[in-house]
């Protein structure tokens, strides 16, 4: 099977029918759609088994089977021949003039013996009001711009390079490989978060970049960026990707101030946040424990009328 052969509908069908009463309230029924080796990330963190699924489900309530979800934004690819991820939206219609409920989902399913079965699946509940995509900011070599189900192929292929991964506090010993079910978990937290952002530097995947905590009262948020591609490292992209964000942020957020945490022995990303404006206002000794050592967090902050601006970018 081709990619551009697959039966979308096929698929919608398949994911339709485990939201089906009938279905989930039988053994049987769920058994038969689901992977021996089936895993499911529940929203609660906790990893659920194929039995754990099944019991799980079959001690449903009623209340819980009454409205079927809407399927909306249904994407299929296909990731191996006989694999293939769906992503999509699924919106329950609440009672008493409640809000909605949409839960971003990714699903990966396998054909075994014939038989298309689910080998994966995660969803993430997200509230109405984070429900907005963020703009996609334009600069001379760099885009910021929302997640697409096209980027979780790109951030596989880039992997976890155990020396990048070590700068987010990792000891290289636990640098574990990229899989395309933590892909595809990625691409669900991007395209559920208004503050995130996927980096392309010169038309091509690069990293992510996102605020955090905002908090539009006291106009202040944090900020985490994280570059893949070891091959572009040290030649400025992290650091125009930095000054896009802020902008926006200030300018169209109206935010007055933005915070970063980096680790002291990270001094490319420190270098950048300061060719950026950040100034360094505080240490916390040994707040990080990697590869065998103690090190320090180095707290950086920059005030909107600090940025050190560049040509200016626009928010589309």
């Known amino acids: 099977?081709?990619?551009?052969?697959?039966?979308?509908?096929?698929?919608?069908?398949?994911?339709?029918?485990?939201?089906?009463?009938?279905?989930?309230?039988?053994?049987?029924?769920?058994?038969?759609?689901?992977a021996d080796d089936f895993l499911e990330f529940g929203s609660s963190g906790r990893v659920y088994d194929k039995h754990l699924t099944i019991d799980s489900l079959a001690k449903e309530g009623l209340s819980d089977r009454v409205t079927l979800p809407e399927v909306r934004d249904f994407t299929a690819r296909m990731i191996a021949i006989d694999a293939v991820l769906v992503l999509y939206?699924?919106?329950r219609q609440a009672d008493g003039g409640l809000p909605e409920r949409t839960t971003l989902r990714s699903s990966i399913w396998k054909?075994?013996?014939?038989?298309?079965?689910?080998?994966?699946?995660?969803?993430?509940?997200?509230?109405?009001?984070v429900?907005?995509?963020?703009?996609?900011?334009?600069?001379?070599?760099?885009?910021?711009?929302?997640?697409?189900?096209?980027?979780i192929e790109a951030r596989l292929a880039l992997g976890n390079h155990p020396e990048i991964i070590q700068m987010f506090g990792v000891s290289r010993s636990d640098v574990k490989p990229m899989t395309r079910e933590k892909a595809a978990g990625w691409v669900q937290g991007i395209i559920?978060?208004?503050?995130?952002?996927?980096?392309?530097?010169?038309?091509?995947?690069?990293?992510?970049?996102?605020?955090?905590?905002?908090?539009?009262?006291?106009?202040?948020?944090?900020?985490?960026?994280?570059?893949?591609?070891?091959?572009?490292?040290?030649?400025?992209?992290?650091?125009e990707a930095i000054r896009l964000l802020l902008q926006y942020a200030f300018d169209e957020l109206s935010l007055h101030r933005i915070g970063v945490r980096v680790l002291a022995y990270n001094q490319r990303?420190?270098?950048?946040?300061?060719?950026?404006?950040?100034?360094?206002?505080?240490?916390?000794?040994?707040?990080?424990?990697?590869?065998?050592?103690?090190?320090?967090d180095v707290m950086m902050g920059i005030i909107n009328r600090e940025l050190l601006r560049q040509p200016s970018s626009t928010p589309h």
Request: net charge negative; with cysteine.
């Open 89 to 91: 939206r699924s919106v």
């Open 131 to 151: 429900l907005r995509s963020a703009p996609a900011i334009a600069g001379r070599n760099v885009v910021l711009r929302t997640a697409t189900s096209d980027d």
């Open 1 to 34: 099977m081709m990619a551009h052969d697959i039966d979308i509908e096929l698929f919608r069908q398949l994911e339709q029918e485990l939201h089906r009463p009938d279905v989930r309230s039988s053994r049987e029924a769920v058994s038969a759609r689901l």
């Open 269 to 296: 990303a420190i270098r950048a946040y300061e060719k950026c404006g950040f100034i360094v206002e505080g240490r916390e000794r040994e707040a990080a424990f990697v590869d065998g050592l103690w090190h320090d």
């Open 192 to 239: 559920g978060n208004p503050y995130a952002w996927v980096i392309e530097v010169n038309d091509k995947f690069a990293g992510e970049i996102r605020l955090d905590k905002v908090d539009r009262t006291d106009r202040r948020a944090s900020m985490a960026i994280g570059l893949y591609d070891a091959d572009i490292l040290g030649k400025g992209y992290g650091s």
């Open 111 to 129: 054909l075994i013996d014939g038989r298309w079965r689910m080998a994966f699946h995660q969803g993430t509940m997200v509230p109405a009001a």
